[in-house]
């Protein structure tokens, strides 16, 4: 099994080689360590993260969004959690923490559970076993709506017969949100995700890249305790996919959110994560 080097810190061990139980890994911005999953073959290696380009570190430092950290984020535990279907086991007793203001990665094969977990998170499936917690706060008998959660996903489910601004308006719409307030949690997230040219575009119209990033804004107008990204790049190309993983770490960092990645690309959780679950 691989052990952590003494003098670098950093996960090692013969590639492709089995791992018999899942663990956290966690890393410095500037190197980290490829891990394996529960007999599959990922393997190991180093990879260097994306970096920032000298517009959006600019853009870290300017005047902060009424999006960023004004708004509370929580932190998420995940206490003793098991998910069974029938006498299927999807997930086994586990438990996690992701913190306020951290980027959890859940990484894995697929059939090994990251779905499921992220579904009992957002309240789509029921715990069988076990409990989260928002901030101490248990949340497993709570309906999706009381949980106050937003999620992005891999298909963006944007409305096709409605502009960049209505889209990302929408659940503002439906909370019936005064008009001012909705117009500042809208330009703001326009503003936060560089979509002001493509304000009163046809989503139609957008590339991938450019729609997926409406998704991401019609997320935070809610302003959530926690985002939950469901395999957000899955249907980019290789270029727009980079891109969009410097972004969304750009725009977590800016922001502050709390959120859950859930992948089953390394090179992903890994670029966009602070720390990954396998």
Not at 144 to 159: G, K, Q, S
Not at 186 to 211: F, P, T, Y
Request: proline share 6%; aromatic share 4%.
């Amino acid at each position: 099994n691989p052990e952590p080097d003494r003098r670098t810190g950093l996960l090692s061990g013969r590639a492709g080689g089995p791992i018999d139980r899942p663990f956290m890994v966690s890393w410095p911005s500037q190197c980290a360590s490829l891990v394996c999953w529960h007999g599959s073959t990922l393997g190991t290696g180093a990879v260097q993260p994306t970096p920032l380009d000298g517009a959006a570190r600019g853009q870290d430092t300017s005047e902060p969004s009424p999006l960023t950290r004004s708004r509370a984020m929580a932190t998420i535990r995940l206490d003793r959690v098991w998910k069974r279907y029938g006498l299927i086991e999807a997930v086994r007793d586990l438990s996690l923490t992701c913190d306020d203001g951290e980027m959890l990665a859940l990484l894995g094969p697929s059939g090994c559970g990251k779905t499921s977990t992220l579904k009992m998170v957002a309240g789509i499936e029921e715990v069988s076993e076990g409990e989260i917690l928002f901030d101490d706060r248990p949340v497993s008998q709570l309906a999706p709506a009381e949980r106050n959660i937003a999620m992005v996903f891999e298909d963006y489910a944007l409305y096709p017969h409605l502009s960049v601004f209505e889209n990302i308006a929408f659940p503002l719409r439906i909370r019936r949100l005064p008009g001012a307030e909705l117009d500042r949690r809208v330009a703001s997230a326009i503003g936060l995700l560089g979509l002001e040219s493509l304000r009163d575009e046809s989503v139609r119209r957008l590339s991938g890249g450019a729609q997926q990033r409406v998704s991401i804004g019609r997320a935070l107008v809610r302003e959530p305790e926690l985002v939950l990204f469901d395999e957000p790049l899955s249907h980019l190309d290789g270029d727009q996919k980079v891109q969009l993983r410097a972004e969304i770490k750009r725009l977590q960092q800016t922001a502050g959110l709390t959120a859950i990645l859930v992948t089953h690309d390394q090179t992903e959780a890994i670029a966009m994560s602070d720390r990954v679950a396998v």
